[in-house]
Every structure is written in structure tokens, then in C-alpha cells.
């Protein structure tokens, strides 16, 4: 479905990605981990073209998307959940949402299909559609979360890149959020890339994860045996060095 | 504390949800009708107040003000297209607008073109320059778009004093002809008036029209966060440079209205002043709003008759217009409507009345 390879991506002299290499199968979730400033983020930006590469090679259901711009990287199906999720304050919800299709309006399917899509997040988020006519800066932060993916999921992807979505919400969004992503893997066969801090949320959820340091992946394993690891569990997980190496 | 709450109410949302979900999507359709329906209401109603104006004004001398109020309404709508919508800010469209009326005035006075004609020549080819810069310009951003814009202007200020030969420099360009339909030359002030009023609503239209399509939400959405706008698929280079090229192409219009409207031309009307004018008619209109932009359009160009007696000193009063607008009114004269509105209904009604509208 998706493969970077060694990928290099630099901030001006500042080089973020060291030859990272790494794939997702066809409805797998992956989530990445890792501290701050190890490139989580960066990697999402780079599969977008937010910040393309200086080089290596993404391929996209085997086509190269490395030279093309954030637009034309949506409409081949990859859609982004940014970082604080970054919805359209002023604007209303339902405008936000609508936002989201902004390319399919000039393809050849209808805006019945559009409006369809527009039925099933409000249903997948029935809190969204209250709120639909309020602006969305005025929602909190779980129900901005929940915009956000929405956002994200009327441009009909087929790969989902969500960064860090549980980001200052309370545990019981974070598990209704998580609980539709599942469902989105399940009933679309959505992939996700899923970014986080919260480790161990995302290791339960996910198949398999890759592990994060100063721009280089250290560690791919499938999510469980990640759960295991007993270097994980320490950087990672927040248990104790003593609990783990000196009992 | 809200989050959990959040979860309790949305259980025994879902047990009604076919229902309310069905019935507020017919709404939404409704809803949707309903204000297209206001803005057609909104244009004709503003089309009659237009037409109806000159009745009120028989004096010759507050027609012609109204002339101008048209031409800087035109010039206020292009700006805000571009500030209030992209927020992308411009200080030099007073540039765009000199290079209309020059273009305009010379192929004419010059060179004996079809007025009519001239007209279109100068739109097509200040929206190409505006294309062709707008590409570099644009990713700029917040002061260095400005400073950039800026110095557009100026460039442009100084080739309309310098190429004497062309323009006449300085003193101007005069015995550019009016414009003429058929039989009908536009040579007094009444004429005029229709003239340039038609264009000006023409221009609200077409301006209303974008911004309550999928580009305006578009424009909307890159004023907001660029990022994200991307990240939705929105080709946010381009569509900026599109908005400010069909902006440019609006000004240079309304140049060449003025030019055929005046007769005659000068440097001293395009300048940095004219262009920081227009930026405080959008801001004391409202940013997004195209009819706070007439509003705006309108008091800017009323008020220098009325501060007569401060005459070079009314750049002072510009000035602080704009310093207290964004301190005190930053939605501008239009965001105090929501205002009026609810205070009208809430002397016929009960306060609870308002309520249900929202």
C-alpha cells in the first residue's frame, strides 16, 4: 500500500529523517512512537508533501508520490489529520466537513455521494452534528478531534495519517476515538499511520509499530511483541528501569 | 469535565438518531435554499436602493460624489476578496487601479482605441501582470507581503510620473472621451451615476457569488490555516494567485471607469495613500463582508467632503479611523448589524424570540 525508501528530509540544514524506510499493508494499522523531536510528525508531513524530501522514493499502491504537490497527494487517497488538529476556527462545523470533500465536488460523482459521506460522520459523531451550524473554534477539544477526522475522512481516503489525535483529550475520548478508528478499519478497510505519544493506547490498537529516535527508525516489530520489549516498556511505556531490569 | 459528560449524552442520542439525523438533514437542504434565497432578497433590495439614489440626490454635486462611492465600492470588493477572504493584504492596489485608468487613458486619448475596448485590453493585461507576479508575491507572508505589495505600488506610481511621453507625467493625462452606447454618450453626472453602479453591482454579484461557493470556503479556510487548507487538498499557491489576479483585474475596471468617467488622469490619484484608503474602507466595512465594503467604500468617500477644513490632514484621521476600528470594532461597521438586529427584536419580541432563529 505505502513504502518510503530511504527517506531523507531536511529543515533547512537541520536533517529530520535519516534514510527512514518503512511500509503498511493494505488495511494494517501502524502507529509510530517515539520521543518529541524524533520525527513522527515529519514523516506524516513528508508522505503529504507538506514537506517533501530531499530524497528516497514513497510509493503510493506502487505509483511514486515524492515530486507532487499536498493536492494531487489527496486526491490520489491519502488524507492527514495534522497535529492539533487544526480545524477551521471560524468557520462553521458543517463547513469544515464540507471542506474536507473540496476536491470531490470537481470530480464526476455527485454531491448526493458528498452529502452520503456527510450522513455517515454525523453518524460516526452524532456530538458533530448538534454543533454542525457553530463555529468550529468553539467546540472543545475532543469535539475538535472529532471534526478533524471527520475532516479528514469526506476526502475518502484510503490511507488515514493521524497525528498524535489523543493529544490533551481525556482518556474517555481518547478511547472513543481509538474505538472508531477500529471501526473504520473494519466496515472501509481504511489504513492508518497512526502517530503518538500516548504508547501504549496505540500499541493495543495497532498491528505492528515502528520505533522512533532522532530521525532514524530503530525498532519495527509487530505491535504486540513492541509491548513486550522491555527497552519499550521503559523509554516508552513509563515503567520504572528497576521494575524491568532489576527484579 | 465536558468530555465526559460528552459520551453520556451521546448514547441516548443515538437511539433517536434515524430520526433526528433525516429531519435535520431536510433542514439543512431547507436551509441551504433559505439563504440563497436572503442573498438574492439582499441584492434586490440593495439594486433598488441603487436605482432609487439619484431621486434623493438632484443636487449634481452629491451625484458625482456617488459616482466615486461606485468606482471605490468596485475597488473596496476586489481588496476584500483578497484580505477579508485569503487574508492575503495588499498595499498596493492603488497601483492596479492607476494602471487600469493609464491603460485605458492612453489607448484612447493616445491612440483612438474603441473605449469599450481599451476597457478590456487593460483588465486582460493588469490581470495577467497581477498572474504572472502574483506567483512570487504570494509566498509571502503577513509584514513581507505587505512591505512587497508595497513596493509594487510604488514602482507602478513612479513609471506613471516618469514615462512623461506616455503618460504626461506628473501633470497628467487629459481629453480621454467618455463612454458611449449607441447614441448615449455618459457625459453628465446622472449617466455616470447608472454607469458605473451597474458595473459596481455587477461586481457585487460576482463577488458574492465566489464567496459563498467552495472557493470562497476555500479562500476562507487558507485564511485560517494554510497548512490545513493543503492538507484538505486545496491548492492554496495557486488559488491565492488566482484571487489576486482576478482582484488586480477588478481594479484596473474600475480605472478605466474612472478614467472615461474623469476625463483626465493624474499620477497623484494612484498613490501609497489611495492604496492604504482602500485597506481602511475593507477593515471599516468588515473584513468578508462585500456589502461592508460598499459601507466602507461609501463613508471613506463621503467623509473627505465632510472634513473639508482638515484637507491634507485627513490621512491623519484615516489613521486613527483604522486604529480605533481594529481596537474597539475589529468585524468592522457590519459586525454591529447582529447587534441592531437583536435589539429591533427585542423591543417588539421577548427576549426568548431570538433564541429560536439561532
Known sequence: ?247 | MAEGRMRGSAAPNNLYFPLTLTLSLREREFSRQYHLKRELLKFAIFTILVLLLPLAAKEGYILNVLVFVGIHSILAIALNLLLGYAGQISLGHAGFFGLGAYISGVLTATHGQNPWLAMCYAAGAVGILAFVIGFPILKLKGHYLAMATLGLGIIIYILFNETVDLTGGPSGLSGIPNLTLGTLTFDNDLKNYYLVWTFTLVAILLAVNLANSRIGRALRAIHDSETAARLMGINARFLKVQVFALSALLCSVAGSLYAHVMTFVAPASFGFNFSVELVTMVIIGGLGSIYGSVLGAAILTLLPELLRAFQDYDIIIYGLILILMTMFLPGGLVSMAPVFMSLLRGRRKQPGGAHAEA
Open chain 1, 1 to 247: 500500500m505505502l513504502k518510503l525508501k530511504n527517506i531523507n528530509t531536511y529543515y533547512g540544514q537541520v536533517h529530520a529523517l535519516k534514510t527512514v524506510s518503512m511500509h503498511l499493508n493494505k488495511g494494517e494499522i501502524v502507529t509510530l512512537i517515539g520521543a518529541n523531536g524524533a520525527g513522527k510528525t515529519t514523516i506524516l508531513n513528508t508522505i503529504s508533501g507538506i514537506t517533501p524530501p530531499r530524497d528516497g522514493e514513497i510509493l503510493f499502491e506502487g505509483e511514486g508520490i515524492v515530486k507532487l504537490p499536498p493536492d494531487r497527494i489527496v486526491r490520489r487517497g491519502v488524507s492527514q489529520v495534522p497535529e492539533g488538529r487544526q480545524v477551521f476556527k471560524p468557520l462553521s462545523v458543517e463547513d469544515n466537513l464540507e471542506l474536507g470533500a473540496y476536491l470531490r465536488y470537481r470530480s464526476r460523482e455527485g454531491r448526493g455521494e458528498i452529502r452520503k459521506d456527510l450522513e455517515k460522520v454525523y453518524e460516526l459523531f452524532p456530538r458533530l452534528l448538534e454543533r454542525r451550524k457553530q463555529m468550529a473554534g468553539t467546540l472543545s477539544g475532543g469535539e475538535q478531534q472529532m471534526l478533524a477526522i471527520g475532516r479528514a475522512l469526506m476526502a475518502k481516503p484510503r490511507l488515514l495519517l493521524l497525528d498524535e489525535p489523543s493529544m490533551g483529550l481525556a482518556p474517555l475520548v481518547v478511547q472513543e476515538i481509538f474505538r472508531v478508528l477500529e471501526m473504520l478499519r473494519h466496515e472501509h478497510g481504511t489504513t492508518i499511520l497512526l502517530v503518538e505519544q500516548n504508547a501504549k493506547a496505540a500499541l493495543k490498537l495497532a498491528d505492528r509499530g515502528y520505533v522512533l529516535e532522532t530521525g532514524k527508525v530503530i525498532l519495527e516489530e509487530v505491535a504486540s511483541e513492541l509491548l513486550e520489549n522491555k527497552e519499550v516498556q521503559r523509554a516508552y511505556l513509563g515503567r520504572d528501569k528497576k521494575e524491568i531490569w532489576e527484579r
